[in-house]
């Protein structure tokens, strides 16, 4: 009888024994390492390319649509994209694309709440990815600094004559009418949205009221530094979209110097 007891008890030491080293040791997992793709070709702020494929997003896909509205920003060129599904915003390296145009578009992947900081805007859902067949063109050139230094420039001569600050103050006036103002180019950005946007200051106004400098669009040159005459249409609380607003521009300007 002592031997069965003995038998029995050295046979659940050993069992416990076991149960113990299999709790210890437990079997290693492996992981695929997951591929990240480069971001220096992204937006600013854009998720890293391997994120979107551990979370599951949309990689690899395809989506035709028409083009409703296109925008060039940041050697980016932005589409809102009319689908067989709805809407869809969209975002690729700068590449020449028309209003209307019927474009297919490899997505290597969805981002939700985007906040674009070079936009100032925040899209539920945006695709990022490049156009079958489409071949991006060069980023365009940095924008010059913008000149800080004093300013005294003379109105220009003329009844349409109007300074900086005299726009900004007669904006409601004004609107849809035609002037003609004087001042030093601060600043200067080529081809964005096709138009080039200057900023205009001649002295008048005042920076805590920001009605010392006046946005310009024209398809004319200039430099930072130039003192030119502008021509132009006075529009009134200006809304391109994408975080493109203006209280008061002046548009289709014609420059000279």
């Not at 674009?116 to 695709?127: E, G, H, N, P």
Request: glycine share 10%.
């Amino acid at each position: 009888m002592k031997q069965i007891i003995l038998l029995l008890a050295i046979t659940l030491a050993l069992f416990a024994c076991k149960q113990k080293s299999e709790v210890a040791a437990p079997a290693t997992a492996t992981m695929a390492p997951v591929t990240t793709a480069t971001t220096a070709s992204l937006p600013p702020g854009h998720p890293p390319m391997g994120a979107a494929a551990a979370s599951g997003k949309s990689i690899g896909a395809k989506v035709t649509g028409s083009v409703a509205e296109t925008f060039d920003a940041g050697g980016y060129t932005y589409l809102r994209l009319k689908t067989d599904k709805g809407d869809e915003w969209a975002a690729i390296r700068q590449t020449p694309v028309q209003k209307g145009q019927t474009v297919t578009m490899d997505v290597q992947m969805t981002a939700e709440k985007f906040e674009s900081k070079t936009l100032k805007r925040t899209f539920d859902r945006i695709l990022f990815g490049s156009l079958e067949g489409a071949a991006p063109t060069p980023t365009a050139a940095p924008a010059a600094a913008a000149d800080t230094t004093p300013i005294k420039v003379a109105k220009a001569e003329g009844s349409d004559a109007k300074s900086v600050a005299e726009v900004w103050a007669s904006k409601d006036a004004l609107k849809d009418g035609k002037v003609v103002v004087r001042g030093k180019v601060v600043k200067f950005l080529g081809g964005i949205m096709g138009k080039n946007w200057i900023h205009l200051r001649d002295g008048s106004g005042s920076n805590d009221k920001g009605d010392n400098d006046i946005t310009v669009t024209t398809n004319d040159t200039a430099a930072v530094g130039d003192v030119v005459t502008i021509s132009g249409v006075v529009h009134v609380d200006k809304d391109f979209g994408a975080g493109y607003r203006y209280p008061v521009i002046i548009e289709e300007a014609k420059v000279t110097k």
